[in-house]
């Protein structure tokens, strides 16, 4: 079992839906992030949280570290928004733990 | 501006051959990291360095090397003895600490023909 699963593996949208995005890990964690891979590969980070809830723009990202569960939300869904969405813990010293992310298409 | 840079983008090599990528960051990040990507897994930790002249093995260090003579660059050799070497390899950096981000540069795809 991986440390760090997320779910849905593939998700198709229609523009202008509510998304969620979840991952959940088996570890004790110092921080959270989820990060954005679009097709041409660069990776940009989205959110590094380690309690509560995170918001910049359209994008919401909340943790509940009890449960080891975090969620990544998108607002009004753009075509533009359709990548690769990855989720990675921060469980020891400086290294990350990654989740196999989760392909998201949206459709105009 | 302030950033990752790897290059090449894309890079072909014969088996057998060493090839190094490399890594260069102005951010004035301590730390920085080497992973490799394949299809439908997470990213994999080769090495990383946490300051200049010190690095360590990650989760998959065989069949490849780093040196870290200086804080902004941090190269990657895939030697010959990587059975596997073909995949997307990213680079990233931060400013070390279990609460600081790490940045990504842009990637690079290696094919071993």
């Known amino acids: 079992k991986n440390e760090v699963e997320q779910s849905p593996q593939n998700l198709t949208a229609q523009e202008g839906e509510f998304i969620t995005i979840n991952c959940s890990y088996s570890v004790g964690i110092s921080a959270l992030h989820w990060l954005q891979q679009h097709p041409g590969g660069g990776i940009v980070s989205l959110f590094m949280?380690?309690?509560g809830k995170k918001k910049h723009g359209r994008l919401i990202a909340t943790i509940n570290i009890q449960e080891k569960h975090s969620s990544l939300h998108i607002t009004a869904s753009h075509p533009r928004d359709s990548a690769v969405y990855i989720c990675?813990?921060?469980?020891?010293?400086?290294?990350?733990?990654f989740g196999t992310g989760t392909r998201l298409a949206v459709r105009p | 501006d302030g950033g990752i840079t790897q290059s090449p983008k894309y890079l072909f090599r014969k088996e057998g051959q060493n090839v190094t990528l490399s890594c260069e960051q102005n951010l004035n990040h301590d730390a920085m990291y080497w992973y490799r990507q394949d299809p439908g897994q997470g990213l994999r930790l080769i090495y990383y360095?946490?300051?200049?002249?010190?690095?360590q093995k990650g989760d998959i260090a065989e069949g490849y090397s780093v040196s870290r003579e200086k804080k902004e660059s941090f190269p990657l050799t895939v030697t010959s003895a990587q059975k596997n070497p073909t995949a997307f390899y990213l680079c990233a950096s931060s400013r070390g600490g279990s609460y600081n981000e790490q940045f990504f540069g842009p990637g690079t795809r290696l094919t071993v023909l």
């Open positions: 990675a813990v921060k469980s020891s010293g400086d290294k990350l733990t």
């Open positions: 949280l380690s309690s």
């Open positions: 360095s946490q300051i200049v002249n010190d690095f």
